[in-house]
């Protein structure tokens, strides 16, 4: 697990255990947190009192939780989608059945992680899936104590086109193997780049290598199912497929600009 994000350090005083250095933890939800004594933490944790020693390990148990979602990368716009705000209205049929599709995937994420079983949420822009997939990677956090990370398939090649320099700190292969952590990984807008050879090798690579190591890998698209074949290849997209992977299909107009 990465290290919290420490916005802000002070001196601080512990009757216990005297001057110690506390630290401003940023959260995940927005309401940033003084670390405290972590000694007192300790204690408290190991705790003979059952009450003292519960309400420590609630604590401690938020904090990892916090760490995991802030490891996740999913963006401020989407840290509030969750699958109970997803809006579905103006096209009820369809938004409905994406949801479902989606809460299901969450559900059933121990069997969807056994079997490496991925998904693909494909269709018009504006249509929330990324808010869905965030939601499913919150999710899988908060629920299976899973790792997951949001990116985007630019960000992937950026970072592997970075590798090239020769004073890059990170090699090629740090990147995969970056990649292949994550219990879940989303790659948001796949296709945007019109798919030179070069982007398909490394998307492939990404999703070939998280496929043969059992790893599910949500990809998300404007492109539709055919479209997507043609930008990533039909192999990349057999692996999405495999062990019974969905591909929910927003095929309805953009929500924004509505009401
Ligand atoms: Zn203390």
Known sequence: MTTPQILETKTAECRTHGTYTDELIESFSGDHFWQGCKRCQFDAAHSNDEMIRKAALTTRHQRTMNA??????????????????????????????????????VDEFEANWDAGRSMMLLGSVG?????????????????????????????????????????????????????????????????????????????????????RQLMPTIVISNLGLAGLRKCLGDRAVDRLTDAGGPAVLFTWASARGEA
Do not use: W
Request: charged fraction near 25%; include cysteine; hydrophobic fraction near 40%.
């Open 68 to 105: 995991g979602l802030l490891a996740s990368d999913i963006p401020l716009r989407f840290r509030a989608a969750t699958l109970d705000n997803y809006r579905v209205g103006s096209h009820p049929e369809g938004q409905g059945a994406a949801l479902s599709e989606c809460r299901k995937y």
């Open 127 to 211: 249509t929330g899936k990324s808010h869905l997939a965030c939601a499913i990677a919150q999710q899988v956090i908060r629920s299976f104590g899973a790792s997951a990370r949001y990116t985007m398939a630019i960000e992937i090649i950026r970072d592997i086109k970075m590798t090239f320099d020769k004073k890059s700190e990170q090699t090629e292969r740090d990147v995969y193997a970056s990649l292949l952590k994550p219990d879940l990984l989303v790659i948001d807008e796949v296709g945007v780049q019109h798919g030179s050879d070069f982007e398909r090798q490394v998307l492939f690579e990404v999703i070939d290598s998280r496929y």
